[in-house]
């Protein structure tokens, strides 16, 4: 597969009162082409950072980057046209209808005028393009940011908190129409924190953490780096639980005791706990497989699980060192 | 070219910009009314009065001095009275002038080039408020950003930009000024004369008017180059009203207190008269008299060369930073 968008060491201090902070820190990304990528972290990790130092609103301090096969931001005038992006919140002059928003951009980016309509009906907001962008609520201001990186028809999609705002309708509608794009062959990159979404339509992710890529990889394999073959085990009778604890324990297996159930780790083949508790006629009830979702691994790669009575504050990640990971 | 075709249609859809044209117009418009109203034809039977009024008040006045000089011919040498008498003028007809007498007539030639200036400070303040939205408010709803997603190459944006400002605001400056010529000539015909019109003054006019052109170019240009340095319109507004405030009214006590010599150089409004009169005489209040050989000298003249030569170097000045800074500043 080719890559469309590749990131290498990518690096970025900003100044800032309390003394430079690091924002970007070697930071590694590669999106290929025609896959839905999420690009995952917790608030001050640097997506947005990264997404606008691709698209040249930021000057990196070193590293390299590509988008679709051209060194950016040199060559980013020639490619831009092909890249539809939205950073953060959707920003647009408050006093102009959707429609003249879009007119213009379709005009500054030599377009012609016949994809403001497509791109509008599109994201649902043919009946309000009339209206000024004031009006609009924030899912309103959102499909109007969505249809302005659609106007390009571009290969490479950017968005950034895409559903953000949206109803549930809208973020089905968001959800099948990235579903759309991806088929017909566009690459989408997608930020997101709604990561049950992410986990559904992605077919890759990135996940940064205090400006570096703490994990990446096709969704499934991501998951199955991060599980930890855990398997919840009932008993017929609660009493036995003791008894099939030490029975387990003495098969190797690490075993969790809670009230009415066994938590087992490092199960390969859970067959085999059915199998060596029956011989010692203790019956299973219930022998489910836990795997971790994409919330999991997220909270567990970026260390932003929340702890009761502690209020986690925003630098308050895990660097890759910290808990090991291998990126 | 897209770019200038897209950044010449939002110039146009601007609201802000439609309204504060609309002011200026509307403006203009008052004035030009008042000073319609405030004038009237002046007819051979009008000087014809007016003679007579003079003639009157002549004979009156010859009446007054009569009975003055009969008193000065009683007072003793050395009194007040006797003072007063040194000046026992006989009143001149001449000094009685029968215009005095006649209702205001707006004379072409002579109002054209100081109401051309009131057409210069209207438009050129309404072009500075132009000037800063144009970009700042692009800046500070975020609709900047999202046009540099679109169009990478950030100092041919501020160029486009800057480009299509100083474009429209020719196009507002001449055809205000034309119109406002239009509206002086019509005054002019109904409410006073247009006498004295040559070649060489229709020239004269026209300089004035090239001048007032470039000084709404440069409030419009600078007012961009400010609020796009600030990324704020209220940044460029702000700057204006520092500069009126502390540059002007504060730079006056200060030099006044300091008894600086042709203070007046340093202060903007003079240098705008001499820009829009050709040039303009400062005078020097705190000129030493006292001395052996007379007093210093008293007046130094203000060029519109040399004005204007201040007025592009602060333009270039700000054009260059606003360049840079684009260049080199995140947008974030």
Known sequence: MTAVLEIQGLRKTYRARGGPRRALDGFEMYVEAGQVHGFLGPNGSGKTTTLRTLLGLIRPDSGDMRLLGHSVPKALPQVIGQVGAIVESPQFFPHFSANDTLSLLADAGNLPQARVDWALELVGLRDRAKERVKTYSLGMKQRLAVASALLKQPKLLILDEPANGLDPGGIREMRDMMAALSAGGMTVMLSSHILGEIQLICDSVTIISLGRRVAYGPVSEVLQAHSTNQVRVRLEDVTDLASAAAVLSGAGVSVQTHPDHLLLSNVDKPALVSRVLAERQLYVSELTPLSADLEDVFLELTGTAPVPGQARQVDNSVKPEQNGVAA | ?332
């Not at chain 2, 200038?4 to 030009?32: N, T, Y």
């Not at chain 2, 460029?236 to 006044?256: F, H, N, P, W």
């Open chain 2, 1 to 332: 070219m897209s770019l200038v075709r897209a950044e010449r249609r939002r110039f146009l859809k601007r609201r802000l910009i439609k309204w504060l044209l609309v002011i200026a117009v509307a403006l203009l418009a008052i004035i030009a009314t008042a000073v319609f109203f405030s004038n009237q034809k002046v007819d051979a039977a009008t000087i014809a009065a007016a003679e007579a009024q003079a003639d009157q008040e002549y004979q009156q006045q010859v009446m007054y001095w009569e009975q003055r000089h009969q008193v000065c011919g009683t007072v003793k040498e050395g009194t007040p009275e006797a003072e007063m008498c040194t000046y026992d003028l006989k009143p001149q007809r001449s000094d009685i002038r029968a215009e005095w007498y006649m209702p205001a007539t707006f004379g072409f030639k002579a109002n054209f080039e100081p109401l051309t200036m009131v057409w210069a400070a209207i438009i050129a303040v309404i072009a500075f408020v132009i000037g800063a939205s144009f970009v700042g408010a692009e800046w500070s709803t975020g609709a900047m950003m999202s046009l540099l997603t679109w169009q990478p190459r950030r100092m041919r944006v501020l160029g486009t930009k800057l480009a299509v400002l100083a474009g429209w605001l020719t196009g507002i400056g001449v055809v205000t000024f034309g119109l406002w010529t239009g509206a002086l000539w019509l005054i002019a015909r109904l409410r006073g004369d247009t006498d004295g019109m040559t070649a060489g003054t229709w020239q004269s006019f026209g300089l004035t008017g090239l001048r007032g052109l470039g000084l709404i170019l440069a409030m419009g240009i600078v007012g961009f180059l400010l609020a796009s340095i600030g990324r704020h319109t209220g940044v460029a507004l702000g700057v204006a009203l520092a500069v009126v405030i502390v540059g002007q009214v504060g730079l006056t006590i200060v030099l006044t207190m300091l008894q600086v010599p042709y203070f007046g150089m340093y202060l903007l409004p003079m240098h705008l008269l001499a820009w829009m009169q050709k040039s303009f005489v400062v005078g020097n209040e705190f000129a030493n008299c006292a001395n052996p050989n007379g007093c210093e000298e008293v007046v130094k003249t203000l060029t519109w060369q040399g004005t204007g030569s201040i007025m592009l170097g602060v333009t270039v000045l700000l054009a260059v930073l606003a360049f840079w800074q684009i260049r080199r500043r995140d947008v974030a």
